[in-house]
């Protein structure tokens, strides 16, 4: 069993959609969470971290977390095409592991 | 100086030969990770250094190994080059404190191919 698993997608929605990124992680000891995005040929930038079980938003971006499901999931709101990346879940329990990343493609 | 910078961004080596990469951590950080990323993967888990000492490693061969010095910059060095070796090396930095990680800071990434 993978540590960190992610749909590999591809995931293709249209601009102004709802994008719905999921996660699972086998580590219940783990403590933090996060979402990470990487454009093409580009380092990955961190754009959510979670650390408590529910819901937290940033603008258009929801990360959820279930640690008794062992899930954490990324919503994005009002799509755009300049959200068209890999997204990466991370899971921290003394270090980072990641998982496999889903590409997301916005189609105007 | 804000932000992680590593060097080189591009090596190309020969198989058999050993590499060092380079990186320095964003101001106020303590701790440095390193990940290799092959194309279409995540990055996967090298090892980790907290206040120079290696503080967790993930399933790489000892042919990997790695050094943080006191000003918490860091090098990771490959010996004995093999062909899937060839990859992405990123480095990040975090602050660790009460055994939490605030999120890691990356680099742009060494690119290394090895022919």
């Known amino acids: 069993q993978k540590e960190v698993e992610q749909n590999s997608g591809p995931l293709s929605v249209p601009e102004g959609a709802i994008a719905s990124l999921n996660c699972t992680y086998s580590d219940r000891g783990s403590q933090s969470f996060f979402w990470y995005r990487q454009y093409s040929g580009k380092s990955p930038e961190l754009i959510m971290s979670?650390?408590?079980?529910g819901d937290k938003e940033d603008g258009r971006f929801t990360a959820q977390l279930n640690k008794a499901s062992q899930y954490v999931s990324l919503l994005i709101r009002d799509s755009q095409p300049s959200d068209s990346a890999t997204y990466l879940c991370a899971v921290n329990n003394n270090d980072m592991r990641f998982g496999a990343g889903t590409r997301l493609t916005v189609k105007p | 100086e804000t932000g992680v910078t590593q060097s080189p961004t591009h090596l190309i080596k020969t198989r058999g030969q050993q590499v060092t990469l380079r990186c320095s951590s964003q101001s106020g950080h303590n701790t440095v990770s390193w990940y290799q990323q092959a194309l279409g993967q995540g990055p996967q888990f090298i090892f980790q250094?907290?206040?120079?000492?290696?503080?967790g490693r993930g399933n790489f061969p000892p042919r990997f190994s790695g050094l943080q010095f006191p000003n918490y910059s860091s090098e990771l060095n490959v010996n004995a080059l093999e062909l899937d070796d060839s990859a992405l090396y990123l480095c990040?930095?975090?602050?660790?404190?009460?055994?939490?990680?605030?999120?890691?800071?990356f680099g742009s990434g060494t690119r290394l191919t090895v022919v």
């Open positions: 979670i650390y408590s079980n």
């Open positions: 990040a930095s975090s602050l660790k404190a009460s055994k939490r990680d605030y999120g890691y800071t």
């Open positions: 250094y907290y206040r120079e000492e290696e503080n």
